[in-house]
């Protein structure tokens, strides 16, 4: 009998690597005869059915070769679903401790201290150990290990919109900084509800989770302040982001979207156009008041009423409304000059509504303020950022392992403040609409 044995889809299996992989000498010549037979067995019967084929051929097999045969028969196009519901009925049990220890011939204390990495063990045992877990498939319980432990060497993360741009790539950026330290994230979405976020606040902490990052719900319903003051009171750090709830005792690491908005909006009315449209959250939380309040600070200094319906408040799920409201702003007698977005990244959908009305962009109409997406770049400019995302998640993130290795002797909070800058880069020469009025700060090469 061959030690290299090819399965039917095609992956090789090398035995004489392996010891686990002895008993696929022996039975995989047979697999394809019995596969035919086993599919059209009852499934709460097929499990034993191939343990006492098997075990009754091959004694060194055991439930092992079951196992994998059940695998061969799943990984076929016409054995899947039922491969599936024989591993779920049979309930398979998974290798523990204990397991481990026999087949490694140790103790349990020993596979112990060679998965928490304390105490001696010798090169020996460690090396049979760590076989034995390969040879199981052995994964300690995430759950155990922080029974045992006053804590565990993971981070709960709390987010209000996972699709939004923004906060997806802050957590990747913050999941890599922390693989670093050896912490792992845990993703949760408030979708902006107080309730939620106070239930998902629980559930996190019932994981004895090392520290807890959050961009936290302030908005009509209130704020979970006095709750995660009291996280902190306890030991457990808390970094928020981006949002700041007034008067709460936690880190934060904070945006100031004032600064952004309001050099956005002075750079339009300076180019001369006064027949703009304003897109963005409403002021419910930090981020949309700041907004509102720069871009009313650069028309106020402008001179420029913008009329109630060439401004639109919605938040960023509100695809339909904000879609609608681009559709009928670009049917209008006089279509505006420019549009100001701070909702989200500029999409197709969003340029769909423009183009559909026969507006070039941005020779009809200048397109400016968030573009997540990198949308606007395929019109020859773009709207540069700063602080970047990777600089905003790396100081949120560095920030929260210096509270996770300063222990329970948390020092006083901190509040970091970023001051966002907006403009754009014109990267070839473009042509924009006629300004409504004389500019008063342009720039020719821009042109």
Known sequence: MPCH???THGVSCRAKFYEKFFFLQTFCPYASGFCAGFVDNPFKKTYNNILEYFSRKHPKCGTEAAYLTCIIFRRGERTALPCKEVMEEKNMKKATIRDVAKAAGVSQSTVSRVLNNNGYVGEDARRRVEEAMEALHYSPSAIAV???KSRSRMIGVIVPQIFAPFFSQMYYIADRIMER?????LLCNSDESLKREKELIDDLLSYKIAALLIVPVDGDEGSNKEYLDYIRSTGTPVVCVDREIEGIHCDGVYIDNYTACY????????RGYRNIVYMADPPIYRPGCDRLRGFRDACKEFGVTVPQENIFLAPIEDTKPLNAFLHDVARRDVPPKAIINFVRGWDYTMLQALHSAGLRVPEDVY????DDDNTLPNFGYSMQYLPSVIDFSE????????????GNALPEPERRIFTTHMKPIFE?????PKPDAAPTETDEKEK
């Open 395 to 406: 100081a949120a993130a560095k920030l929260l392992i210096e509270r996770v290795e300063a």
């Open 146 to 148: 922080c029974l045992s």
């Open 428 to 432: 070839r020469k473009v042509t924009l």
């Open 263 to 270: 050099e956005v909006t002075k750079d339009v009315l300076a």
């Open 367 to 370: 397109l400016t303020g968030l």
């Open 5 to 7: 044995t090819k399965f």
């Open 181 to 185: 330290y050896g912490y792992r994230l």
